[in-house]
């Protein structure tokens, strides 16, 4: 896996309603791994051992690889997305296993989703 470590301000000083990698802000630390690339977008895999407010999206639009469907951190061309990108209605994003510590009885706990339906329709019409 590849790591990602930047420092995330609370805010873009641009845009107050962004999170933006800058020198000032928070440690963050995303982990990832291509599982799949496609023509017009690549499968992911990210582990956070921080925990910053949109955290994935910052790191990916930082290094030009905004999410699919992010109407914040779009990317960098402005232009829509294109092909069956287009008419997918949501960020291209899913939690596929959370864990935790609980905050009260300090207990690992875990949760596990599949990928939702219009994700998985996505990636194969994306293949």
């Known amino acids: 896996p590849r790591d990602w470590s930047s420092d995330v301000c ?15 802000g928070k440690p ?8 799949q690339r496609f023509d017009q977008a690549t499968l992911l895999e990210c582990r956070l ?12 639009q930082s290094i030009g690889h905004a999410l699919v469907g992010d109407p914040v951190y779009r990317n960098a061309t402005g232009l829509p ?6 008419g997918f209605g949501r960020q291209a994003l ?3 296993q959370l ?29």
């Open 28 to 35: 963050a630390h995303t982990r990832y791994r291509v599982l």
């Open 99 to 127: 864990a935790f510590l609980h905050p009260q009885t300090g207990v690992r706990v875990e949760f596990q989703a599949p990928v939702p339906g219009d994700l998985q329709r996505l990636i194969e019409a994306l293949t």
């Open 10 to 24: 609370s805010s873009d000083l641009r845009n107050r309603v962004r999170m933006a990698v800058q020198a000032a």
């Open 49 to 60: 051992s921080t925990g910053r407010t949109h955290q994935i999206r910052v790191h990916l």
């Open 81 to 86: 997305p294109a092909g069956p990108m287009a």
């Open 94 to 96: 899913h939690a596929r």
